[in-house]
Nanobody
């Protein structure tokens, strides 16, 4: 199982970006999916999480600006980021709680991380 994040880039303050994270591999089901970020010199922090029953939770610093969503058929989680600020500059990572299969076709529960995608917001 792998997660591949994409959609980062350079944007001016006030602009928007949409991040995507695709899960691939031998997957039975996906539970929670989320986005975290890590700015230079800071610890990784939660941005948003969406459960498989569509309950969503956001960090206070993105409420009203970011929206997390998922497409279960595509095994993808998205993060729509609007009204971006310079302080949103960070590497954004997706994670997912996935039930997959091992080489013996046995179900295995694991927490997987994407490789990170850089978001840079200029002032």
């Amino acid at each position: 199982v792998q997660l591949q994040a994409s959609g980062g880039g350079l944007v001016q303050a006030g602009g928007s970006l949409r991040l995507s994270c695709l899960a691939t591999g031998s997957i039975f089901s996906i539970n929670d999916m989320g986005w975290y970020r890590q700015a230079p010199g800071k610890q990784r922090e939660l941005v948003a999480v969406v459960t498989n029953s569509w309950m969503r939770r956001y960090a206070d610093f993105v409420k009203g600006r970011f929206t997390i969503s998922r497409d279960n058929a595509k095994k993808t989680v998205y993060l729509q980021m609007n009204s971006l600020k310079p302080e949103d500059t960070a590497v954004y990572y997706c994670d997912a709680d996935i039930i997959g299969y091992n080489n013996y076709e046995e179900p295995v529960v694991g927490l997987y991380w994407g490789q990170g995608t850089l978001v840079t917001v200029s002032s």
